[in-house]
């Protein structure tokens, strides 16, 4: 099978994702097919690599995990079964606090924390349905990087809506209450990709 086999006008389920077998990596949004960017360049790599390091050192020991892509994300409306599900994301990086959601296949339920990196082959639709699927699935934090800007925005969940930090950037430091004690210096990470 093809991806161009595939009927993109049609809603599939977890259960057809898992019977593809062609090369090209896929997130399904709401049951619509997107295919997603092309490996990601050594920019994204490195600002992912230090983000994912800063949190899995400081997890360790800790009830939370932090995963890296590809890891698909299962987000849960009627049930837990593969026929029911419509949305699996592979999100850059997340962090899930709650071991029951985590099994073989991936993380069954919305992480705590989702991160996104923004590359040049992102587009602007997958970033607003994502943004509406993470909110509508309780994802408490979802961080969007933009490494040639060197930008940081932070979307809080406060009473099932997505709240945006101000805009941080260099000289700024990120924190969070889901994990007391954890920094991430936009200095240290940014200068990951002028070095």
């Known amino acids: 099978m093809q991806l161009s086999d595939l009927d993109l006008t049609k809603t599939y389920t977890y259960a057809d994702y898992l019977k593809w077998t062609f090369d090209e990596r896929l997130e399904l949004i709401k049951g619509k097919i997107f295919n997603m960017s092309p490996a990601p360049g050594s920019v994204h790599q490195l600002v992912s690599g230090a983000i994912f390091n800063g949190l899995y050192n400081y997890l360790k020991g800790k009830p ?49 924390i989702v991160v996104e990196i923004l590359s040049p082959g992102n587009n ?36 099932g809506q997505f709240q945006s930090s101000r805009m941080l ?27």
């Not at 995990?65 to 593969?82: E, I, M, N, T």
């Not at 602007?124 to 309780?138: D, H, I, P, R, S």
């Not at 260099?170 to 240290?188: A, C, H, N, R, Y």
Request: aromatic share 10%; proline share 6%; hydrophobic share 40%.
């Open 124 to 159: 602007k639709k997958e970033l607003q349905n994502k943004y509406e699927v993470y909110e509508e699935a309780g994802v408490l934090e979802y961080w969007i990087i933009h490494p040639l800007e060197k930008t940081f925005f932070k979307y809080i969940l406060s009473d």
């Open 64 to 112: 939370c995990k932090v995963f890296a892509a590809p890891f698909d994300v299962r987000l849960v409306r009627k049930s837990v079964d593969d026929k029911d599900i419509i949305t699996v994301l592979q999100p850059d990086i997340c962090v899930i606090c709650d071991p029951r959601k985590i099994d073989a296949k991936g993380c069954i339920g919305s992480p705590d």
């Open 169 to 195: 950037t260099i000289g700024d430091e990120v924190t969070t209450p889901i994990l007391p004690g954890f920094i991430l210096s936009l200095d240290e990470l940014f200068a990951e990709i002028d070095n």
